[in-house]
Structure formats: C-alpha cells, structure tokens
C-alpha cells in the first residue's frame, strides 16, 4: 500500500517535470519559461523524493535527499534571478 | 547571492582582517554550537554512518565552522525558529500551488498568461530576510524575482490580471517572522 502510494509520487513527480518542460516548448519569451523551469521543477523533484524516501524508507536517506532538493531549490532560484537579472540589463544598455 | 546591486556590495576584507576577527567564536557559544551540529549532521547524510570517516570528518566540520564564523556578515538577522516553522508549510502549501498553477496553465490549449512586468518595494532590511524573501518568491504562483535594485524589486508576473500584492506582502509578513525582523 505504501510502496503504491511512493510510486504514485514518483510518477506523479515525472509528470511536473514533463509539464515543465512542455513549458519551456510552448511559452513565448525568456521570463515565462523562467515561471515553468523553477515552479514546475521544484514541485516535481520534491514529489520525486518524498516518493523515493518512502520506497527506501530509511530516515538517513530521506534527510540526504531532503538537504538534495534544498540545494536544487536554492540552485534553480538563485539562476532564473541571475538569467533574468542578466537579459534585463544587456537589453537596457 | 541573490544581492547583487552594486550599492549593497560589502567590499573585500584583507584576510589579515578577517582573521583576528576570531573573539567571535567565544562571543557565542549557542551559536556556535547550532552551526556545529548542523554541519555534523550534513556530514553524517554525506559520509553515511561508517564511523572511520569522522577521521575526516570532524577536522572537516571543525574548519568549516570556523569559516562560518569568520565569514558572517556582522548585520545579519537573528534566525527565529518559531517562526521558521510558520515559514515552512506556508512556503511548501505555495510551492505545491505555484507548480500546478503554472502546469496547467502550459497544458490548456490557449494557455491563459499575460505576460509583464511590476516592481514591488521591499520593506525588509537584513541581507539574508531579502535573500529568502527574493528566493521563495519566485517559487510562488505567478511572481519571478527578476531583477534588484536597492528596495525595489522588479518582478515578472505570469499573469498581469491578478495582482500579487497581497501575496507579495503576507510573503514579507512570514520572512521578517524568520529573522524576527519588525516591519
């Protein structure tokens, strides 16, 4: 039951992971594409470890993948900021 | 990171400088401890829990501790942990919806955004509340930090139709709990 509902997660974490990047396809401009690669990712990457940590079911693996997807969190904000602070200015000067 | 306008920018010290800043270390043992068990922790996660690699572990721990220490910025806010944990599900219940709402709107046909920019005044002063502030707002529904400049934060909306200033204030509200912070 509980491995049913981890895979559940997983899937369901692959699934954002695919809408994202569906929006980096189909949005129109640099910023909007920003908005789905974070958003979408971050949701599918926590969905993926929490599913993950249930399957291993060990408390010392879930807390590594837990400080993962900190680390992830912080990496992808932190670089939408610095792509978008970047193309925001080349184009004002 | 993320604070990186030209005016906030804290020049370079010399390391000589650096160095004999170390009566910080005794000025807070709490503190001191916190970063030390945490850093412990990390270690554990990374190593696993084959006792022989405290062999590197512990001086690795010890120096980077130190490192901490030296390196803190001497403004930095005091970190709240009652309300760290108001932040926590707040942050997590609005990443959840941030990650649906921008799905579904890449998967409807005619996909529904309008696309634009607004700025967006902060009112918090501590270098590291900004940082959390401008981190977890871009994965809140809609708004993406995209550039800073002083107070003022410019701020790509996906969808211009509804206002996120209401949003944007309460996620303030939450961040200056976690570094105790009055605005």
Redo the contacts between chains.
């Keep these: 039951m509980l491995d049913l509902f981890a895979l559940l997660l997983i899937f369901s974490g692959i699934t ?1 992971f695919f ?2 990047a ?2 980096l396809l ?4 640099l ?2 594409r ?3 690669l ?3 990712d ?3 990457l ?1 969905l993926l470890i929490v599913g993950v940590a249930l399957l291993h079911g060990s408390l ?1 693996v879930a ?2 993948l837990l ?1 993962i997807w900190l680390l992830v ?2 990496g992808s ?2 670089s ?3 792509i ?2 970047y193309s ?2 080349r184009n004002r000067s | ?2 604070d ?1 306008d030209k005016s906030s920018r804290r020049a370079a010290k010399p390391v000589s400088d650096v160095l004999s800043n170390s009566p910080l270390i005794v000025a807070n043992p709490l503190y001191t401890l916190s970063i030390l068990g945490l850093l412990s ?2 270690w ?3 190593a ?2 084959d006792w022989n690699s405290w062999l590197v572990g512990l001086p690795a721990v010890i120096l980077a501790t130190w490192s901490t220490l030296l390196l803190r910025a001497p403004a930095e806010g005091r970190f709240n942990l009652p309300g760290f944990l108001r932040f926590l599900p707040y942050f ?1 219940w609005e ?2 919806l ?6 579904s ?3 409807s046909p005619k ?1 529904r ?1 309008a ?1 634009g920019f607004l700025s967006y005044r902060m009112r918090l002063s501590h270098p590291s509340a900004r940082r959390l502030f ?3 707002l ?2 809140l ?2 708004t ?5 400049d002083g107070d003022s934060l ?1 701020i ?1 909306a ?1 969808d211009r139709g509804t206002d996120p200033d209401g949003e944007l204030k309460r996620l303030e509200r939450m961040v200056s709990a976690v570094y105790g912070e009055d605005l």
């Design positions: 954002f809408l994202g569906i929006g189909r949005l129109p401009d910023h909007s920003l908005h789905a974070t958003k979408a971050n949701l599918g926590g010392l807390l590594k400080l969190l912080l904000a932190t939408a900021h610095l978008s602070q925001l200015r | 990171m993320i990186s922790l990390v554990l996660l990374l696993g829990q997590i990443s959840i941030g990650g649906i709402d921008v799905a709107r890449v998967v996909m955004i696309p401008v981190n977890s871009s994965l529904p809609g993406l930090a995209a550039d800073l410019h790509h996906l």
